[in-house]
């Protein structure tokens, strides 16, 4: 008999969910990959972490990350509206496919998978596709010949991308792929356009990310609980709390409800009015940086909500704080600036530090 594991959230749900049934359903893959999310999700209010669920079903963790968010995309554009066809196919395939429209809105999720439909794009696709509605969606004053639509809205960012090259060849298939997606005739026209027009529009420069690395061991201070000043009592001292490193950047949690880091005095760090540290991989900065992903640390400056080009933003999408860069003003709202990426100091050993007899000759 499989263990329920402790601590449920929900007590009175596992009484009425046949923990077995669901389980053994999973095992053998029975009924659809919508199915097989919702059993996931399921699972996992239950208690069962991603790991659990693998060890009983064989689902990986990456899978079932999956497919409980493509079920809950699919859930949402039923609830949109898509054709029949559309709802038959993503119904039993394409769970790749509506993955990656969790960045987009409801009503953008349900168009966006008509036309995944409509076109039978792969993942790479859609993943370029769903990018372009989005980034397209934040444009505070749309286009001339191009609408709403999602395959103006892709044909929108090939337009941009085809006016910026001079290869001929590169422009010819441009604008072959955005002829393919284009939807009003106004945005066609403005494809076919670039047949005739061969001039050359300078693309705006990606800023660079301010980013740092940890170097020096001096460069990462370590922080102390302040006791008082004396005279002070046994019960001051022992009240003290316990200080708790997390690495790689040294954050501090104490029993209330924050954390507090150190970072280095840089002036930077010294001339920002409102800062405040978020971490993230690497992975999901909008700029790739060099070398294996890792987690960073980003600095923003709170009081810092006017747009310019030269920086990157923070701002809240669909209630998720995401970092940007805007070539042109936002209609989201600005939250803040990042003034500092900081990547943590390389340790080639860190026990090296730790053995006392290991001294220099």
């Known amino acids: 008999m499989t263990e329920i594991p402790q601590?449920?959230?929900?007590s009175d749900q596992q009484n009425t969910v046949d923990v077995e049934g669901v389980l053994r359903s999973l095992r053998r893959k029975e009924g659809t990959w919508v199915e097989w999310g919702q059993a996931c999700q399921t699972l996992q209010k239950m208690g069962y972490n991603p790991q659990s669920i693998f060890e009983e079903t064989g689902f990986e963790p990456i899978q079932q990350n999956q497919i409980v968010v493509a079920a809950q995309v699919y859930a949402s554009i039923l609830a949109v509206g898509v054709s029949d066809a559309?709802?038959?196919?993503?119904?039993?395939?394409?769970?790749?496919?509506?993955?990656?429209?969790?960045?987009l809105t409801q009503p953008e999720r349900a168009a966006m998978a008509e036309l995944a439909?409509?076109?039978?794009?792969?993942?790479?696709?859609?993943?370029?596709?769903?990018?372009?509605?989005?980034?397209?969606?934040?444009?505070?004053?749309k286009p001339e010949g191009f609408t709403d639509h999602p395959g103006d809205a892709i044909a929108y960012q090939i337009w941009r991308l085809t006016r910026q090259k001079s290869d001929l060849q590169e422009r010819s298939r441009l604008i072959a792929k955005g002829l393919r997606f284009a939807h009003s005739d106004a945005a066609r026209k403005k494809i076919e356009q670039l047949l005739t027009d061969f001039s050359v529009v300078p693309a705006t420069p990606t800023p660079a990310l301010p980013v740092y690395r940890l170097e020096a061991t001096e460069e990462l201070p370590r922080l102390l609980p302040v006791i008082g000043k004396l005279p002070l009592t046994k019960a001051d001292l022992q009240a003290a709390p316990l200080v708790e490193e997390i690495e790689p950047f040294r954050i501090v949690k104490f029993s209330g409800t924050g954390a507090w880091v150190a970072i280095p005095g840089w002036q930077v760090i010294l001339a920002a009015e409102d800062p405040v540290a978020i971490l993230c991989d690497s992975e999901a900065l909008p700029v790739a940086l060099p070398g294996a992903p890792e987690e960073v640390m980003v600095v923003v400056d709170r009081s810092q909500r006017d747009w310019d080009p030269r920086h990157y933003f923070v701002v809240d999408n669909a209630g998720q704080l995401q970092i940007q860069w805007f070539e042109y003003e936002p209609e989201a709202t600005i939250l803040g600036q990042v003034i500092l990426v900081m990547r943590p100091k390389k340790v080639l050993d860190d026990n090296y530090t730790k053995e006392i007899w290991q001294i220099d000759e």
């Open 117 to 141: 439909f409509e076109k039978k794009l792969d993942m790479n696709e859609v993943h370029e596709a769903a990018k372009a509605v989005k980034e397209y969606s934040r444009l505070v004053n």
């Open 7 to 10: 601590n449920l959230p929900d």
């Open 86 to 103: 559309a709802k038959e196919y993503f119904g039993v395939k394409g769970s790749d496919v509506l993955y990656e429209l969790r960045i």
